[in-house]
């Protein structure tokens, strides 16, 4: 009966010019429809101007997809630029407890904060606005590492004042200076950590309880990594490591417990070798011990950043006062930045088949050439709390190499955060 009466609805004689309207609205939605898929692979233009729905369905499929192999040309995340952008930043220098006083450059005084204001927009691509609670939520009982100097440190506070935008995390770990650190979130039963080997190999550096250098020579054993990564690593799901400008440093390399020589040791009879010799041979000892390792989890060696002292060096008066960012070929790397990073690219480069044919899932997270276009991220004076109050005229050492928070660092975060999640 039921059935019989729907099928009289239908076709009642009422309701027939309902029935047509129905019609016709099918027929044009389908022709229109069609005409979009049609001139949607044709014509980006049309894609551009396309209604708001077919925007925003256009715009999440580019949100979750990262670019293989065969689309790398459209599409590279490291490669873009850095665009003005209204919204206001995930979390603020209030919200986040995870931020360093040194890092805290508006509660230290910095006056201007337009540095906030810019996303960085990769080429053929978008780049979407971070989700901490579902990155949380696809986390959920991992662990995470980031394994390096104080750019590592910077890294994974700018890491944790993200997430807690959805969660706290609570500190269950310190060493004996807060060197070395690990939070988790509870309910999530994800680890962060925070690994101190800035060097990534075996190194006696020699320094009293301040910090103060008691010799003038780091030794490094450059075949023999450092336990204080390598004891955790097959434990963790998620690592990023990096080495730099800690290799600056006038060491002494060893091999086999051999002296292989040494780099400005003027007072030491062995071979000048140089910091790039050494930094290499680190690089194929940690990429070497990683392909041989079988690691099921997730790695990417991240490379070094540049600094932005103008004027000298940070003990010559050097200083980063810029408040904008630069145009891509408008800044150039100093020499020794670009050392370090061609050393990164071209030792992953040569060790990238061997890394195909482990299975291990290890890649280069190359932060260097967005990093080079913001002079005006670094905390400058503002390292300091209110370094003018008392004289405007004050001669204050700038830090123009670690990063505000908030401020470009968290772009780092956004991308990373994106490659796993894609």
Known sequence: ?????????????????????????????????????????????????????????????????????????????????????????????????????????????????????????????????????????????????????????????????????????????HDKNYKSRRWLFPLHNLTVSVIWSPFLVQAAVFEDSNSFSTSDDVELHLDTLDKIWTQPYKSLDYMILSGGKWFLRNAIYYENNTVLGCHSCSKRNFTELGFDFAYRRMMRTVLNYIIASNHKGMLFYRTSTPDHFEGGEWYEGGTCKREAPVQEGKVELTELDKILHDIEVEEFEKLSGKVSESGVNLRLFDVNPRSLLRPDGHPGPYRFYQPFAKDKEAKIISDCLHWCLPGPIDSWNHVLMEMVVS
């Open 1 to 173: 009966m039921v059935k019989k009466l729907k099928h009289q609805w239908w076709r009642s004689p009422q309701n027939n010019n309902y029935s047509f309207l129905i019609k016709l609205g099918v027929s044009v939605l389908l022709v229109a429809l069609a005409f979009v898929l049609i001139y949607n692979k044709s014509s980006d233009s049309f894609a551009l101007s396309a209604s708001p729905f077919l925007q925003n369905t256009i715009s999440q499929q580019n949100t979750h997809h990262i670019p293989t192999k065969d689309s790398e040309e459209k599409c590279n995340l490291f490669t873009g630029e850095w665009v003005a952008y209204k919204a206001e930043p995930v979390y603020t220098n209030r919200s986040c407890s995870f931020i360093e006083e040194h890092q805290n450059c508006m509660k230290n005084g910095r006056p201007d904060t337009n540095y906030l204001y810019w996303r960085w927009s990769p080429r053929g691509c978008e780049l979407p606005r971070l989700d901490p609670g579902r990155f949380l939520q696809l986390m959920r009982n991992k662990s995470w590492a980031f394994i390096g100097d104080s750019i590592s440190r910077n890294h994974v506070q700018s890491f944790l004042c993200l997430l807690s935008e959805v969660e706290e995390a609570i500190e269950v770990y």
